[in-house]
C-alpha cells in the first residue's frame, strides 16, 4: 500500500514516546527518592542479565542532546513521563525544587524547539515509600495520586497542554500484582483486583482533575491493546479468547466509558465487587478528550483446563512459526486496524491516538550505522493500517514510535531494542538508525 504523510491530513500528529525509568538514569541525584523499579531491579535476578535502569540512557543529563536529535529529526510531538518519586520523593508531601527544575528545562527546551510535550503522569515507577504502604493495593492511592497530578499540572500546566493519566495499567497491574514479573513483585488474585480496581479510580480522577485545573488542557490515558484470536473454532477455544479478550482489552477502558468492568466476559472479576465503595461505579467513569491506543501484536489464545481463573493459554509466536520480534511477539500489522476500530467503536470514544507501536530487532552497527530495515518496514506496514482504518471513518488522528532511544525494557532488561536511535550503553553514544532516518523523512514530507 502506497501512502504518504499528506494521506493523514494535516492535523495527524506524528511523535516518539519515552518513559522516565527506561531513559533517565540518575535515579539517586538532586532529591530523587527511590521508585520500586529502583527497588525492584536491585532484589537478585529479577530482570534480564541483572540489569538496571540506574544510569540507563543518561537522558537526566544529555537530555539536550537527545531533544536536539528530536529537532534534528523533525520530530515534533514528544511524548515522555514525569518520574513521581523525582518531583514528590516519598509520594505525597514535600516537593522536590531540583526534580521540578529538570522537568522545566526539558519542557522549555522542547517548547523552544517547537516541539509540543505531551506528559505521561504514571508510566510505572511508584515512589517506594507509597508501596510500603501498600502502593496501588491501598485505596489510600487516590489521595496520593490526586496529590501528585495536581503537583504536575499546577507546575508545569501553564506550559504543557497534553497530559496522559496512566500507562497501560492493565501491564502494571498485571505483571507488578498478580504474576510478580514487574514491580513492585506482588502476587495472588487480591492483590491484583485490588490494584486494577483502584488503578482505574485513580485514571478517571486524574482526568478530572487535569480538567479542573484548566478547561482547555487535553487529556487521555493509554491502554495496551493485542488483536486476540481463537486459536480454532472450537466452542472451548472461542470462549477462552473471549476472556483473555476481557481480560486484556477490555478491563479499563469499559469502566472509564461508564461500562463497568467486563464481567459478562471473565466471571471471576465479579469479585472486584469487595473492593467497590458506594458510588465508586460514577466515579469509574470520566470523558477523555482521547484514548490512547497501544499496539505491537496479536495474541492466539486456545483453552487450557488447568490455567487458574481464565482456563486459557497464549501460544507464543515462536510456537506458532510465524514472524516475530524479539520480544517473541508476532509481526502482525493488521492487529493494529483491528484495535482501532474495536475501540472506535466504543460509544464515547472522541478521538485516538496511536500512543506506542513499535517493534524490538537484533541491530548490528556496522561503520557508524544501524541498518534496522525489519524495524523500517514494521513501521511501514503498521502504518498502512493505520491509514486504512482512517480511511474507514476511524476517529484516530496521532501516531507515536515507541520509541526515540533504546532504553531499559523492564523485565528484559537492555537486550530488546526498541529505538529509532541506537544508544551504546557504555559510551552513551547515539546513531541514529535506518528506521530513525526513513521516519524523519517520511513525516517531513
Known sequence: MEYTKADFGDDFKWGVSTAAYQVEGAHNLHGKGPSIWDTFTQKGKRIAGNHNGNIACDFYNRYVEDILLLDQLNIREYRFSISWSRVI??????????????????????????????????????????????????????????????????????????????????????????????????????????????????????????????????????????????????DKDTIAATKVDALLNRMFIEPLLGKGYPIDGLKILQRLEKFMHDGDEKKLAFQMDFIGLQNYTREVVAHAPFMPFVKARIIKADKRKVDRTVMNWEVYPPSIYHALKRIDAYEGVKEILITENGAAFKDEVDNNKVLDKQRTEFLQNYIAQVLLAKKEGVKVNGYFVWTLLDNFEWAEGFHPRFGLVHVDFDTQKRIVKASGKWYSEFISW
Open 89 to 234: 520523593p516519598t509520594g505525597s508531601g514535600s516537593i522536590n525544587k531540583a526534580g521540578l527544575d529538570f522537568y522545566n528545562r526539558v519542557i522549555d527546551l522542547c517548547l523552544q524547539l517547537n516541539i509540543t510535550p505531551w506528559i505521561t503522569l504514571y508510566h510505572w515507577d511508584l515512589p517506594q515509600a507509597l508501596e510500603q504502604k501498600g502502593g496501588w493495593v491501598n485505596r489510600e492511592i487516590l489521595f496520593w495520586f490526586s496529590e501528585y497530578v495536581q503537583c504536575c499540572v499546577t507546575h508545569f500546566g501553564d506550559r504543557v497542554k497534553n497530559w496522559i493519566i496512566l500507562n497501560e495499567p492493565m501491564v502494571f497491574t498485571g505483571a507488578g500484582y498478580f504474576l510478580g514479573v514487574h514491580a513492585p513483585g506482588k502476587k495472588g488474585l487480591n492483590n491484583f483486583l485490588a490494584s486494577v480496581h483502584h488503578a482505574a479510580l485513580c485514571q478517571a480522577e486524574g482526568g478530572r482533575i487535569v480538567k479542573e485545573l484548566n478547561r482547555h488542557n487535553k487529556v487521555g490515558t493509554t491502554f495496551s491493546y493485542s488483536h486476540i484470536n481463537a486459536a480454532s473454532s472450537h
